[in-house]
């Protein structure tokens, strides 16, 4: 699986960028705020339909626009695919696939798929709980349809659960009605659970492997679930938690409050890791991903790093580029002093600068020079 190509149009600050991607390792360099990260964000909403940092789509809209296009070639299995997708700031955002419209994201499922690493990746271990649930949603919905509609459905029931728990407050008459929202709850929920625990007794088998590599066999890292009550007990902690609830208006248990335990050699890094061996774990999960993707899909994802070899010592960064290997790579940076340091072969560069894109061939070789600090 490849990207040929991104147009965009409107979209964060590109007012119209069409840029063409080599098969392999595309770097996007420039100073800090010029739109690199922008672009990487625009491929990741193609294969998702979500921002990687939570953006709403009217955020992603140039600011006195009303819409903002995003066009994507994709090469599958030796076919072109094109997804278009409008982002309006007033309404739900348009997707077609193949000049066709669909009517649900869930249908433009496994069309793209995408392994985002970005800074904030390396503090997925030291930050709170929502974060790792965050990552597990996003990448399960990303290759299991039918968890992505799952999620959905448990997502919108909790909303209305908990408006109920806070309606009950002053019409105590409602309190009868809570036992059809609990149902719901478990009945999405049990399932929710099920699949995170499978999710990650795999990606636990390939990060401790990829883990003990990096750490000269020295380390042996678990990944565990930790979900807030098991699938078979979540009706029993609904009816138990009902009074407290009820107090604080919102639902106190489910898969909404689960987490996962990094731990290195019976240690919980969460807590007691040293940095180095927090962003270690951060890499090795990610690295874990790219080959978990390519067993569930039979297909090589696209891998975006987001400034991310500015934040690692030489020792991981070399083994991050020696791990790339066949999958396409799209990468932005300010400099690229790490890649020639490490004699990393580049496919392809980009210089951008204030929402403008342009690659070694389309400016003049002077020019070019001293953009790039005379890399070739």
Known sequence: MIIKSLELKNYRNYRNLHISFDKKTNILYGDN?????????????????????????????????????????????????????HLKKNSAKGIAVDQIPIRRAAELFGMLNIVFFSPEDLNIIKEGPSRRRRFMDMEMSQLDRIYMDQLSCYNRVLKQRNQLLKDIY?????????????????????????QRNKFLGNLNEITSRIH???????????????PDCEAADLENCLKKSREKDKRLGMTSCGPHRDDICFSINGTDIRKYGSQGQQRTAALSLK????E??????????VLLLDDVLSELDSNRQNYLLNSIGEVQTIITCTGLDDFVKNRFHINKVFYIENGRCCDSSDMD????????????
């Not at 070789?365 to 070739?376: A, I, N, P, R, V």
């Open 170 to 194: 002053y019409k105590p008459e409602l309190e009868d009605t809570i036992s059809v929202w609990d149902e719901q709850t478990c009945l999405y929920g049990s399932e929710i659970i099920e």
């Open 287 to 290: 690295l874990a991903e790219i």
């Open 292 to 301: 978990f993707v390519k067993q569930m899909t039979h297909d090589t994802p």
């Open 365 to 376: 070789e002077q020019l070019w020079k001293s953009k790039s600090g005379g890399f070739k």
């Open 212 to 226: 003990k590599k990096i750490s000269g066999g020295k380390e042996n890292l678990e990944l565990i679930y930790e």
């Open 33 to 85: 705020a010029q739109g690199k990260t922008n672009i990487l964000e625009s491929l990741y909403v193609s294969g998702t339909t979500k921002s990687h940092k939570g953006s709403k789509d009217r955020e992603m809209i140039f600011f006195d626009e009303e819409e903002a296009h995003i066009r994507t070639v994709v090469e599958k299995r030796g076919e072109d695919h094109q997804i278009d997708l």
